[in-house]
């Protein structure tokens, strides 16, 4: 059987075998072209944003990244990517890799954010509205740290080539013993994304007592805003303005289910989308309920319209206006009662009036009551930041700790108990200063806010990736209809020939460090390898001088036999 | 890493191999084809012990990091079959005992090469990824070709009619040595916890071991006629 096996095999390959050759070796070769190649480490790198507003791009217009990597330290910059640590970074450095033409720029933030140091974290937080100020070229990356990528980090910072004092042998053993690593993303080149549709949600409780009731607008935006979008988390600005404004909600739709403080003032609540975005939810909700419809509360007997913005830590509160409030008027009431109650409850609080004009020049408008303010619609913010240039309400750094549940909380009190001392109009009836009227079965819930601003900051909620289907959208319609009537979605999409705003997508990447080795470990391992060989040809060459000590050592054996 | 990267191991894989062709003079015989012949017989081998692997071993299923000691053994003597193939390879071949055994180890040796090393170094060394491994593995098809010399050498003493009784016990636990070789290598590397250029190494000394052993066997057989 083995003899005919054997025969078979003879003839085919006797016959066909330069045949086989030519069809079985390029099939192969294709088959196993495409490298399936198995990286060192592999780990997921987040983006910086990119985006076009009023037609100005901003932030990093590309996403793909294939070079070697190098610390910043490194003489050679260019076409190379740059790896640098959160704790050694600096605005300095970020320019210099991007004056030298790096490939990429991959900066490592540590896995907590909240035990950095506070200057550090500081210093980046006033960093990131300057890199994102101008449209970078190249793409900026950022990762969070573990040990893997520490280690790349390190091999990195001692492979850069040292100048100066090392030897030849020195350099030789280096680029035998140290590594290089290759990043490369695995996603395609960026494109914006068409038809993004941002929603605004508003609900309503009606007043008691007749028609054409004035109406208050409660307003707060819940997207946050990041260097990186997949990092934005926005705890402070604005989860706990989104979780007073469900408080308030909460509050005061329970005053209203009675008929004896069924008060006779609309309330009317909006949730709006793109806050960050130069207000874009709120702008389309302006047009939708000015220009267009016929009747809309919006378009009669407005008191004020309260926007809530950053409000979950400080020892302060600034009511920012764009015009001074006259006497007599709602606003004008609302900061009187706002001064009261901070006065008489909270007199550690310090409450004051901001007053900026609006200024149309800007790319930006600088608080969302501007908006309001342009349709002549008295309005107001309310926040513990003095003022809107602060870098906290921009900041991947603003994750919850940063909210303060107690101030959240106390500066909620303030709020509800100046809005209810408005409504029922208890200082014209001579209530006393220090009245509380949420106590007891009414008081503000810690929890509650808390529950709220913990679901708010488990996901980043930055206005890229929260579309209409989103759970973080679809959660607090549910949470707003627990309490208000008509709640309603509205949605924004940018104009297709000259669109407001164009979001760009690749936000979040795998990225895959390869361990490679410079070229010209190649050349040294080719020279020894050849030495080897030449070794191996003299020793099978010399077989004979091995064989004949054998057998001389053999010989003496074999005679004694 | 680059196609240089992959020209320097399959250079270091393969030049030995060409190297002892030419040197031992079976270019000279016109060997090709019958080294030829011999790869054939290694590819009918190696399927016939795959099938039988594949139809009498359950696949293990033990916890990671524990060593299937039996399994394993099982499995490596399956290797017995090799012994087969190679006889039926030099008995196939008229001529001298050096010749024989050259072809026979020449044929195995390569075609294991070019079965089980060329696709990974092909796919490997040429990817982005830099890794010892594929310059290890060429080093490791050096070694297994001074392996399949020794292997053949001694099979073929060991089916000598006129082998004398003094060498019977030897020549069989060299042979049991051969085909354990793996085995025991994997053994080691377990029991001891080798790194890859130390296992690389233990594996060098002992097949340099064996081969010298078969080597005198050889010499010895020869010469006493």
Redesign the interface.
Known sequence: M??E??EV??NM??TS?PLTFIVFIPA??IL?SP??????HEFTVYRMQQYDLQGQPYGTRNAILNTEARSVEAEVLSRRCVIMRLVDFSYEKYQKALRQSAGAVVIILPKNMSTMPQDIVQQFMELEPEMLATETIVPVYFALEDDELLSIYTQTLTSSPTQGSSTAAEVLLHTATA?GF?M?TSGAQSKAISDWAITSLEGRLAGVGGEDLPTIVLVAHYDAFGVAPWLSYGADSNGSGVSMLLELARLFSRLYTYKRTHAGYNLLFFVSGGGKFNYQGTKRWLEDNLDHTDSSLLQDNVAFVLCLDTLGNGDGLHLHVSKPPKEGTPQHALLKELETVVASQYPELKFSMVHKKINLADDTLAWEHERFGIRRLPAFTLSHLPSHRLAQRSSIMDVRPHVDLRKLSRNTKVVAEALARVIYNLTEKGAPEDLQIFTEQMQVQEEQLSSVVDWLTAQPRAAQLLDKDSSVVSTLEHQLGRYLKDVKRHYVKADKRDPEFVFYDQLKQTMNA????P?IF?LL??VC??A??GV??LA??N?GL??GV??K???P??KT? | MTLFHFGNCFALAYFPYFITYKCSGLSEYNAFWRCVQAGATYLFVQLCKMLFLATFFPTWEGGAGVYDFVGEFMKATVDLADLLGLHLVMSRNAGKGEYKIMVAAMGWATAELVMSRCLPLWVGARGIEFDWKYIQMSFDSNISLVHYIAMASVVWMFTRYDLPKSFRLPVTVLLGLCVYKAFLMELFVHMFLLGSWTALLVKAILTGVVSLCSLFLFVTLVHSN
């Open positions: 083995f003899e096996a054997s095999f003879d390959f006797k075998f192969v070769l196993v490298l399936p190649a198995e990286a060192a590594n290759q490369v390869y361990r490679v080795k070229a190649d391992l080719a390898i050849a080897y060989l191996m040809y099978i060459q077989f091995l064989y054998i057998r050592v053999t010989q054996k074999t036999h």
